[in-house]
Nanobody
Framework: VQLQASGGGLVQAGASLRLSCAAS?????MGWFRQAPGKEREFVAV????????SYADSVKGRFTISRDNAKNTVTLQMDSLKPEDTAVYYC???????????????WGQGTEVTVSS
């Protein structure tokens, strides 16, 4: 399965962005991670195949929303009320044991850059 992420860009604090990830085939759990300059990759959000009970990192809870369209093999991350600390390269991922740990994912997209200015 190949994953293609898109939708990143440069925005001001408080703005919104919508990231999309298109999969070349059927996926199971899908998630988003991010990596800021000089920092380790961190979990952002995950959603199961059914779309029930999405999970979020505390730092984005209430501001980000993950959703998926299984008919189109896509997952999106709606990011509202963006903060400068959200600046990072965002990666979508898919796996059979998708959760908060990167080790649960088997497939990774190439990343899309998000920059939030203050």
């Amino acid at each position: 399965v190949q994953l293609q992420a898109s939708g990143g860009g440069l925005v001001q604090a408080g703005a919104s962005l919508r990231l999309s990830c298109a999969a070349s085939g059927r996926t199971f759990g899908m998630g988003w991670f991010r990596q800021a300059p000089g920092k380790e990759r961190e979990f952002v959000a995950v959603i199961t195949w059914s779309g029930n009970n999405p999970s979020y990192a505390d730092s984005v809870k209430g501001r980000f929303t993950i959703s998926r369209d299984n008919a189109k093999n896509t997952v999106t991350l709606q990011m509202d009320s963006l903060k400068p600390e959200d600046t990072a390269v965002y990666y979508c991922a898919a796996g059979f044991n998708a959760g908060t740990a990167a080790t649960g994912y088997h497939y990774w997209g190439q990343g899309t850059e998000v920059t939030v200015s203050s």
